[in-house]
């Protein structure tokens, strides 16, 4: 086949494409119900970044009196793509076709105002909240030369931003809308944090490839957790309906330290006031406040490693490659 | 120095940097023969999931009468990249020029042509093995909201996606094509499953930083995996080539579970149907179905934790910062 | 609330958003320092990867006759990045304003130019250690198809790559610069090399995701590390300033190979040339040379599960969802 019988093929694969387009109507979304727009919403989320943290992220050269354009003028931006994208996440959940202009649509688009109202509204309280956590990152990690390195390079900061962003509009109600918003945080940073997870004040997570906090965690203030964390659900014995609006995942009380490879699982797990989770701890039960947990390590086997050139066998069934 | 005098010196440097990189000529690829291009590959699958999920990526507002022209549009741009980018392969496997046309250079042409329309035959058939995919999310998943949220936000089901794509490619023996590709998506989701692995019908990877699955995987039917599971090889004596050919990787029967962190080595090793496998379990010889391996958890030490402010140290030797 | 009186209410929202700009001064960077700018620092990462790697990224098509001028072309447009992003950092350290021209401002320009030259001087040396890189991760890995291969599309390559460099950057005490550089790897890679560390010849990271590699380790030469690998510090007793300037990370002898999962924390701990550490081994001590030291894995549990259909529980407590 050359270059040229296959371009007349292409027709006939297309068709078969279409039909199969048809016949798998879950994987193709062809009504006049829009869709949110993930690109437009990852644009979003790097304008909040810059409303977020001026002159650090976008445009630079910010002064105290040219700052207020500049936000003005973000906010504006901010709000179209925000009002837009809630709107279709709204008229989604109700099947409402882009179109439509009846009173019930009325309503959505009503709605989509009020909710990016109040998102805008929550800026400078979610600013407070990561000013505290940018303290934190500072204080915690030995290797940070300043809360300005924080802020522009720890992933950890970056997932939590995001998340406290996106449970605003979680906590609103919004379909769709904050999930994208969390998978583009774990997709840069490893760190998996559900929009509905509550976090608490002077939040910090280091290095964070690995970590995953579930839907219906709660986490006090002052906690400190490193990477490959899961705070996560137990397997319920067959897997109802109802499970999924249960309270599955833990919740760590205020001052709580969580080393890396820990595993604390289930909703009625509390790890209390003040507690220490030593690395790679698997936790199911409840840590009573002020206790520190540690897992005993695995016992060590040490042995000569020379035989390279002699017939013994290095191979031993516990490496891996 | 200053600034000119920095320009003045910078041709010496080029001197120097161009001398090593005609010295090193494992790290500079100069002749004609051209290489895939990356950039290429990764607007190729950015293309692909908006033809294997019409109206979710890519272009908006789809209908059942605008669905054909679009689809058909996609299928051309993209036979377009894999067609050169496949053509670039074969001839880079077998050192040709990119210029040059005698029999040798048409054959693999030819070839290229062939194995575009071939992937492209398959496109059917993968969307129905995703559209299970999709659904065995949604059913696994207790956070899920829905099949549409599975299909924007879910990292697993996007490195399957290009993995069940690129899995084609290394069937017909494309060279460095498949590979280019699954990467992109481990650089995304932290999911790396390499493209010679064999996946069943609707599996299902939640949160999956940290997944490894190697190249000569074995995966049945309804087979769940969650975050850093590997499936690995195991260390051999002494690195043999024989050994590149060899099945490396284990083999998972139908309807198996797999927690987080478990790890599964070898290539004789095979986890029989429907057995779970616990978390942080660490596994080389084959698990018999319907068995349920658990491993006893480290034995935990609690202890109290308020000397903060008396002399008694904290320091212990288990934590990490 | 229309869309009309959400306009109308956005002055009033700036205006919280511009106060807490105004009342949070850690998140805002305001004078006239100029900070670095991140989207170009990743700019130049990409031409120092054709510059580095020629024919592999970037322009195709190098040939022994236009390869120079390419190259030549690339260095200039790197040179000017690096000027202008170490001059930036360099005052950004100082507090100097953007358009100061004092003798230590020039004196600051003058150092910009002199890190830039002696950056770029390295390039043939860091090409050298990382043609060592490529060769071992061919050498390394079973799957691997070629050489070429591993410059495309192994994650661990292109971080060593970015660390490297980033190195170069920290050794001459360029503030921010390095780190955004190796955190940007990070985001791409899920493997978190700091610029501090010290790295020897022929490193080879398989996999990589959920790797740290702390700022102080110093790592010796022929290492190999999978993923998930933590090379970190101990918790010290309490958080003390005079904490971030010592060696808190492992020290790894030559030839010493790192299986998955293994942790191993804290400045004295060396781990001897030759040795051999297992996966998911967890080490606060040093190892003696050619020594292999494995962890008895956690005993496993065998148990049936066909009770499904039973009244009898899956609910174990030890998985998770």
Chains 1, 2, 3 share one sequence.
């Not at 979003?44 to 976008?58: A, H």
């Amino acid at each position: 086949m050359d270059r040229q019988e296959l371009n007349i093929r292409l027709p006939q694969l297309v068709d078969k494409i279409v039909e199969s387009a048809r016949t798998q109507p879950g994987m193709t979304h062809l009504d006049r119900v829009l869709l949110p727009h993930r690109d437009s919403i990852i644009e979003m989320v790097t304008k909040l970044r810059e409303l977020v943290f001026p002159g650090y992220f976008g445009k630079q050269g910010l002064t105290a009196e040219n700052v207020q354009f500049r936000l003005g003028e973000l906010t504006v931006e901010i709000a179209d793509i925000l009002y837009e994208q809630i709107r279709r996440c709204l008229r989604y959940r109700k099947r409402i076709p882009d179109g439509a202009m009846d009173d019930e649509c009325r309503e959505c688009d009503h709605a989509a105002a009020e909710l990016t109202h109040a998102f805008l509204t929550r800026i400078p309280a979610v600013r407070e909240l990561l000013a505290a956590d940018v303290q934190s990152a500072y204080d915690s990690d030995p290797a940070a030369k300043g809360t300005d390195e924080t802020i522009f390079c720890y992933p950890g900061l970056l997932a939590i931003f995001v998340q406290r962003l996106a449970h605003e509009l979680y906590t609103m109600n919004v379909p769709l809308f904050p999930r994208i918003m969390t998978e583009y945080a774990h997709s840069l940073t490893g760190i998996d944090i559900h929009p509905g997870a509550a976090l608490g004040k002077s939040f910090f997570i280091d290095h964070g490839t690995g970590v995953v906090i579930g839907e219906t965690c709660n986490i006090g203030n002052n906690v400190k957790i490193y990477q490959g964390v899961t705070l996560g659900a137990l397997a319920p014995d067959r897997f109802v309906e109802e499970f999924r609006s249960r309270k599955r995942h833990p919740t760590i009380e205020d001052d709580v330290i969580i080393y890396a490879g820990a595993t604390i699982l289930g909703g009625d797990t509390v790890i209390g006031k003040g507690a220490l989770i030593g690395g790679n701890v698997f936790i199911t039960n409840s840590v009573p406040a002020f206790n520190r947990v540690t897992a005993d390590p695995p016992k060590l086997k040490y042995r000569e490693r020379r035989q390279r050139n002699s017939g013994a066998s290095e191979f031993s069934g516990d490496y891996q490659i």
